[in-house]
C-alpha cells in the first residue's frame, strides 16, 4: 500500500495551510546562492498544489512572502519578486486546467505595481473555478491582518450607538483577508523549524501543527501526504473530552 492509499478520504483537512521554508539552506548545502533555493522551491510548490488539488483538498495556503521579508537583501527581494511575476504568468494554464482558483492574502497593494497587476489578473481569470482554492499570503502578516482589521472595525463603525458587543468571534473574522476562508485544519511547516513566525496566528487557534525537517525545495506530494496521514491519527477535541466527540 503506499502512501496515497493510507489517506482517508472521508477525514481529510478542508484547508491545509504551508509555512514553506529552507530555500535558503538547501541552496547553500548545494554551494549555490539563496535564489537558486528559492527556484527549486517554485517546483514543490507546482507538486504539491496538484497533490492537494488530486486528493480533493478545498484550500491550500501558502506562505510566500512576509511584510518581514521586505528587511532581507535587495537582490534577493528583487529576485522573489521577479520569480513570483513570472510563475504568475507561466502557471495560468496550469491553473485553468485543473480548475484552481487562486486568491491572496496580505497587503497585496505594497507589492511592486507589476506583481499585483499580474496576481490581480490571474485571480480574476481563475474566480469561477471550482476546484482548489490556492492562497498565496504575500506582504502578510499575521499582526499586520489583525491590525488592519481593528483600524477598519473602528473606521466603518464611528457611530455613537455602536454596541462593542457586537464585537464576536463571527464579526471581527469578518474583517480578516481570510472572510470567508475556513481556518486550516492542518498547518505544515518545512525545514525543522518550530515557529509560527506571524502566520494565521488567529485562524490556527485549533489547528494541527506538523514539523518536516525536509527543505521546502524537496517537499513533493508525498510528504503532504506523510503531513496528512499524520493529522488523521490526531483527536481535534475542540476544547471538549474523547468521551464527547462521537
Ligand atoms: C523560505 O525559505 C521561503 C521564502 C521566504 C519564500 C518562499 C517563496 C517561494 C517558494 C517562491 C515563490 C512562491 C510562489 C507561491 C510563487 P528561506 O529563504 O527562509 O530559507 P532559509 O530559512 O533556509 O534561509
Not at 532581507?72 to 521577479?82: C, I, N, T, Y
Not at 483600524?151 to 471581527?172: S, T
Request: hydrophobic share 40%.
Amino acid at each position: 500500500m503506499n502512501f496515497k492509499d493510507k489517506i482517508d478520504s472521508g477525514r481529510l483537512p478542508e484547508h491545509v495551510a504551508v509555512i514553506m521554508d529552507g530555500n535558503g539552506r538547501w541552496a547553500k548545502k548545494k554551494g549555490n546562492q539563496r535564489i537558486f533555493g528559492h527556484k527549486n522551491g517554485i517546483k514543490a510548490v507546482r507538486d504539491v498544489v496538484e497533490g492537494a488539488a488530486e486528493l480533493n483538498i478545498k484550500y491550500l495556503t501558502l506562505y510566500a512572502f512576509s511584510t518581514e521579508n521586505w528587511n532581507r537583501p535587495k537582490q534577493e527581494v528583487d529576485a522573489l519578486m521577479g520569480l513570483l511575476v513570472s510563475t504568475i504568468e507561466s502557471e495560468e494554464k496550469t491553473l485553468m486546467k485543473n480548475n484552481v482558483r487562486l486568491l491572496a492574502i496580505g497587503n497585496i497593494n505594497g507589492l511592486p505595481k507589476d506583481v499585483a497587476a499580474n496576481l490581480n489578473k490571474l485571480i480574476d481569470k481563475t474566480s469561477e473555478n471550482k476546484g482548489l482554492s490556492l492562497i498565496l499570503a504575500l506582504n502578510y502578516s499575521a499582526r499586520w491582518e489583525i491590525l488592519n482589521a481593528i483600524k477598519n472595525i473602528v473606521e466603518q463603525n464611528k457611530k455613537e450607538d455602536f454596541d462593542v458587543n457586537k464585537i464576536d468571534a463571527d464579526f471581527f473574522e469578518s474583517y480578516l483577508n481570510t472572510k470567508n476562508i475556513p481556518d486550516p485544519d492542518l498547518l505544515i511547516r518545512t525545514s525543522g523549524e518550530y515557529r509560527i513566525s506571524n502566520f494565521l496566528i488567529w485562524q490556527i487557534a485549533y489547528a494541527e501543527l506538523y514539523f518536516t525537517k525536509v527543505l521546502w525545495p524537496d517537499f513533493r506530494k508525498i510528504n503532504l501526504y506523510e503531513a496528512i496521514i499524520d493529522y488523521q491519527t490526531r483527536e481535534r477535541r475542540f476544547g471538549q473530552i474523547s468521551e464527547q466527540l462521537n
